[in-house]
């Protein structure tokens, strides 16, 4: 069974670091794009970055480029998004997703078929 557990949310003050994972368990994560999405009140979901499953291809929200890194390890069958510079416009309950593609990734949330439960990112002073 395709499973997807996001941690590592939690209160943050502005400016402040994150890094989230995606952990993935009931299938070869090798052969998956992941994206990283948002979601805060009143808000449609976002796609904030994603990666191809080869890890050749990643894109990024304009809003996330220079702060946000997305990273992947296959042998631990795990996808980090490394946040930095958190600001309060951040806040928001963060999801992983897949979808079966090596070479690309999308950042609109159509575009994916198995999504985590989220975790909550919270940034305030």
């Known amino acids: 069974q395709l499973q997807l557990v996001e941690s590592g949310g939690g209160l943050v003050k502005p400016g402040g670091s994150l890094r989230l994972s995606c952990a993935a368990s009931?299938?070869?994560?090798?052969?998956?794009?992941i994206g990283w999405f948002r979601q805060a009140p009143g808000n449609s979901r976002e796609g904030v970055s994603c990666?191809?499953?080869?890890?050749?291809?990643?894109n990024y929200v304009d809003s996330a480029k220079g702060r946000f890194t997305i990273s992947r390890d296959n042998a631990k069958k795990t996808v980090y998004l490394q946040m930095n510079t958190l600001k309060p416009e951040d806040t928001a309950v963060y999801y992983c997703?897949?979808?079966?593609?090596?070479?690309?990734?999308?950042?609109?949330?159509?575009?994916?078929?198995?999504w985590g439960q989220g975790t909550q990112v919270t940034v305030s002073s």
């Open positions: 009931g299938f070869t994560l090798d052969y998956y794009a």
């Open positions: 997703a897949v979808h079966r593609a090596t070479g690309v990734c999308e950042l609109g949330p159509a575009w994916y078929d198995y």
């Open positions: 990666i191809s499953g080869s890890g050749s291809s990643t």
